[in-house]
């Protein structure tokens, strides 16, 4: 998953790949939105009061993966309780992937207009850098393989049913402390995924319905 400085790094190359034109935003606030919110949706757990006001919640889940997968953090939010923000589980409500995307989407793009039209430029710039953090989490390779019937790291939490009493203890929580596994070299894929990767390092995995592809890498 990608880190701060990668999401740092990405943002900064999305907003200087813009025509001059497009550039809109004071220097204060680019440098903002790379350096800061574009990391809302992280640091969101441990800055609830300055993040959330510019974070999407669809079924009390944060908008984060893409389509939503209710797993791991997505299944956690701050509460303001007795005055200090509490860490609560949320409920594991099963939810449809494109309406999610689709409120998601439409939530950042209405809160980032109504602040430019304001002139509100700093809140536009900080929802602007909570929408990049959403696109850039799911344009790298971990998450770009998720979605409908698709594989995350998050897999053994669907194999595994966690124990009565602790539905919110997956094994993606339960390992998070073990440090790096050694797994050694990897061989060649099978032979039904075609030639090895590096004769084709990129090619749709053979054998699967039209409506159903893999991707192999």
């Not at 409120?103 to 209405?110: A, K, M």
Request: net charge negative; charged share 20%.
């Amino acid at each position: 998953m990608p880190s701060a400085p990668i999401h740092s790094s990405l943002t900064r190359s999305l907003i200087r790949s813009l025509a001059p034109a497009l550039q809109v935003l004071p220097g204060s606030e680019i440098e903002a939105i790379c350096a800061d919110y574009c990391l809302y949706p992280d640091t969101y757990y441990g800055d609830p009061l300055r993040t959330e006001p510019y974070l999407c919640f669809i079924d009390g889940i944060p908008f984060h993966y893409l389509p939503n997968e209710p797993v791991e953090c997505n299944n956690w939010r701050m509460e303001m309780r007795g005055g200090v923000p509490k860490l609560v589980a949320t409920p594991l409500s099963e939810n449809i992937h494109h309406r999610h995307c689709r409120v998601g989407l439409t939530f950042y793009f209405e809160k980032i207009s109504a602040a430019l039209l304001d002139a509100r430029i700093s809140d536009a710039a900080q929802f602007m850098g909570a929408l990049c953090h959403v696109l850039e989490d799911n344009t790298l390779p971990i998450h770009a393989v998720e979605g409908f019937d698709g594989m995350d790291v998050f897999a053994l939490d669907r194999l595994v049913e966690p124990p009565e009493g602790k539905r919110h203890s997956p094994p993606s929580l339960l390992l998070a402390g073990v440090g790096p596994v050694d797994v050694g070299a990897f061989g060649d894929p099978p032979a039904c995924w075609g030639p090895p990767p590096p004769r084709r390092p990129f090619m749709p995995i053979p054998g699967f319905p039209k409506w159903s592809p893999r991707i192999a890498f």
